[in-house]
């Protein structure tokens, strides 16, 4: 995703700017701007919502078939989502979620209308007879109403295009896909395919995620546009786009790219689009084959600035390079590529692909996706550039939270699980110290959890047993505290040496670092502890590699 924490970016940017030219001292600002930072408690809606409570882990889901019709002029949504799923344990009820804006019409079992407790978005289905371990049910939810629109893009819109045609779209991750589906809402469990069809007045094109299997008319006005997902599916990733589209199509190997814009904005997309080649072709190149190949990958058009939803990953970049017409990272890297087809489609491997289990460990989503970005840079455009990008990212971050939130809350992590995320990961690569060994680490990685939904810690172990090594104190410095390590530096210049150490939270944080001539650098193994070394290097001469590890360094 990419949109509305940035919105929230350049708010803090202004609060903070404020605060300095009121307190005429750097240093005030940063306390008062820092003190405002405490995260709210969370409300009984984002317990139920982010908790992986009782009567969610004792169901496993299978499928939806999710069957809507959408009356643009009434501005409501109608249907049901067929929800198929297997019994983990013996039980009368299972948890379900809805936006309290929608009514539930009625929840069947077969033929068997079944009651329900509604708790704020939650929806509690109970059973008259004890479903059973092992077995699998499928219950059919009906609902309606006029779905959420909220924040700038979030949740379900009607809108409509320059030309006055509808155009209805769908962003939810942050409030969740209940805020206009029913579906079990939460990141832990995901369906092993799904079908999506939508029904909306002739004339408008529905695209979806998945393969396109047809449409059909329905005698009412109304064609109904079925897509089938072939894949695990995050549900904020499942989307309806409904507008005029004009389609256009290509080819990369066997994968069919498939291209929805309006007619106006052909001739451009066809030329900006053609990014969308080179883009999965270094993603390839780096984890492997795009992981969504039966569905095909698709860009749609949408007036808002994009959003990963799986292999319909949705555009408004404007057909133009940068971000929003803007040298995203200010290093005159970002002008030369469409920031918005090469981060939101980087997110098919991370985010879509390989998943958090819960959202505060989102960093596994952008933290990844923003280093996929640097990436894609040094496949294309060679290393110099992509050094250049990761650290034109540093104005970005803030170290005024950790990056991995609370959990079971549904809580959103701070916008340094992007640029911080992707900082440390380049910093992991100059651990490493071997871009052979980095690039075989961070492919078999993928290989291992693709499909899956994994927290940190998978993360964490699978790097210490691939590497021999502890970086668990690394990952957790980074991840789970504020700062960054600072690398302190005493210099007896009379003598020739020079005290170093890392001033870090975790007190087993051992990072080896390159310092001393640009030229010729030397790779020293600072702990917490106290050290000595002999340098002929003067305390202004004695470099270090900061553009290889995202670190301070305090020289005495
Ligand atoms: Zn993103």
Redesign the pocket.
Known sequence: ??GSNFCKLRAQVVVFLMFMAAAGSGHAALQQATASATPAAPSRADILRGAYGPYRVNNDLLSYHLDVRVDPEKQSISGKNSVRFKMLADGTRIQLDLHPALAVDKILLGATPLTYVRDSGAVFVDFPETLHAGQEYTIDFYYSGHPLQTARFGGFTFAKDPAGHPWIYTACEDIGASVWWPNKDQWRDEVENMQISVAIPNGLVDVSNGKFVGKTDLGDGYTRWDWLVQYPINNYDVSLNIGNYVHFSDQLGDLPLDFYVLPEDLDKAKKQFAQAKGMIEAYQHYFGEYPFQKDGYKLVEVPYSGM?HQSAVTYGNHFTNGYLGRDWTGVGVSPKFDFIII??SG?EWF?NSVSAADRSDMWI??GW?TYLEVLYVEYTFGHEDAIKYVNGYKPKVQNREPIIAERGIAATPPQDM?FKGALFLNTLRSVINDDARWFALIHDFYQHFKYQNIMTEDVVAYFNQQTGMNLTPLFDQYLRHTAIPTLELKFNEAEGTVDFRWQADEPDFAMPIRVGKKTDWQIIQPTTYWQTMKTPLKKNEFDVATDLYFVNVSKQ
Do not use: A, K, N, S
Request: hydrophobic fraction near 20%; charged fraction near 25%; charge should be negative.
């Open positions: 995703m990419i990963e981060h939101e997110h985010g989503h952008e996706t992007y």
